[in-house]
C-alpha cells in the first residue's frame, strides 16, 4: 500500500512541476534606440514559436513561459537575445534597449551596365536604341485619337449604333 502512495504521489508531484514549467503570461515592453525608428520590431520566443511586432511607439505584448527566449529582429537593428529568467518572467514591463546597424558596402556595380550612379555620364554611357512608335514607324493612322471608353459611347450614341 505503500508503494502505492509513493507512486501516485510522484505523479502528482512530477505533474505538479511540469505545469509550473509550463506556466506562461502575457509579456509587456517597450523596444527602445538612440534614432527613435522602433516601427514594426519583430519579436519571436524560440520555445512556444510565437512572435508579434512592435506598434508606433515600440510597444510590444507577447506571450511567454519561463526558460524561453525572446529573440528581437529589424534591419536596421542588430539581433538581440534574451532569456526569459525568472526576473523577466515576473517582471510587469520590460524596456530593451536595440542597437543600430548599419550595413556599408564598399561598392554596388550594377551589371551588365555597369552603372556609376551619376546619372549625368551614365546617361552619356547608355546605348538607348531608336524611338520606336507608330509616328516613328510612319504606319497609317499613327495620328489618330485613340477615344475614352466615354468618349466612344458618345461617338456611338451620335452615329445612331446603339450596343
Known sequence: MTLVKNTILLVLVCSFGSIRGQESKMLNGIVTSDNGDVVGVVIQTSNQKRSTITDNNGEFSIGVSRNDT?????????????????????????????????????????????????????????????????????????DAKILSQSENKLNDADHGRFV
Do not use: C, M, W
Open 70 to 142: 525572446l529573440i528581437f529582429l529589424a534591419v536596421q537593428f542588430k539581433r538581440k537575445v534574451i532569456p526569459v529568467n525568472e526576473a523577466v518572467f515576473t517582471a510587469k514591463y520590460i524596456t530593451v534597449p536595440l542597437e543600430e546597424f548599419v550595413n556599408e558596402l564598399k561598392g554596388v556595380t550594377v551589371q551588365p551596365y555597369n552603372l556609376s550612379g551619376d546619372l549625368t555620364s551614365d546617361l552619356s554611357n547608355l546605348n538607348i536604341g531608336k524611338n520606336v512608335s507608330a509616328e516613328a514607324l510612319g504606319l497609317p493612322n499613327a
